[in-house]
């Protein structure tokens, strides 16, 4: 599992709680990373990274060194300009695929390249489905699908024919109805993933 944008660490905190909670419930390891340039947010570049909202150096990290000093072991930090990161297939564990991705990084532009990056990902470093969340999908700012997160993941639907990124329609489900927060949600569908080609039954449907 992963944080893009990791800011004063609480979000950050929390999924390596939850990872390492999990991980005693199920016996399944779970590897947790957290990216961020440690610096805030780079300068805008035009409309799509709404510069009316965002400015450079909003959301710098806070006190880095005590947040490394406790995930120590438990998280792996990578800093650095997102957008600057050729591949993940080198950060990721191998034998670990991702599962679970946070997207916080605001801007259009690096929303755009954290996708990409996941995107350009070969099946065997991913899940089938891998969950998304989104902070920048809807709030009191009147975001639109022509700018921020939401035209990233609409040019990501766009240019990748096996990838495709759509609102998670499972969680209304298993919450038993919609509350507010689930429009965050979302799922990159692998539809090359070899694990696809396999039932997920055994009887068939009748």
Same mark, same amino acid.
């Given at each position: ?62 006190? &880095? ?5 406790? @995930?120590?072991?438990? =998280? +792996?930090? /990578?800093?650095?300009? $997102? ?16 599962? &679970? ?5 605001? @801007?259009?532009?690096? =929303? +755009?390249? /954290?996708?990409?990056? $996941? ?23 009147? @975001?639109?699908?022509? =700018? ?34 689930? =429009? ?23």
């Amino acid at each position: 599992v992963a944080e893009f944008g990791v800011a004063n660490g609480r979000g950050l905190r929390k999924m390596t709680n939850l990872a390492e909670r999990l991980s005693k419930q199920s016996g399944v390891a779970i590897s947790v990373f957290g990216f961020d340039s440690a610096v805030g947010l780079p300068a805008p570049t035009d409309y799509r990274d709404h510069p009316e909202i965002f400015q450079e150096g909003d959301y710098p990290m806070q006190d &880095f060194n005590r947040l490394q000093q406790e @995930l120590d072991g438990r =998280a +792996k930090l /990578v800093i650095g300009d $997102i957008r600057a990161i050729k591949s993940l297939d080198q950060v990721f564990d191998g034998g670990r695929p991702l599962a &679970f991705a946070s997207v916080d990084v605001d @801007l259009y532009s690096s =929303a +755009k390249a /954290v996708l990409k990056l $996941i995107a350009d990902l070969d099946f065997a470093f991913m899940l089938p489905t891998v969950g998304l969340h989104f902070d920048d999908v809807w709030s009191k700012w009147g @975001l639109n699908r022509f =700018a921020g997160e939401l035209l990233a993941i609409e040019e990501i639907n766009e240019g990748y024919e096996f990838r495709k990124i759509d609102r998670d329609r499972y969680v209304d489900y298993w919450h038993g109805g919609f509350f507010p927060w689930h =429009a965050c949600m979302h799922t990159l569908h692998v539809f090359d993933h070899s694990s696809l080609f396999k039932p997920l039954r055994t009887n068939k449907a009748v």
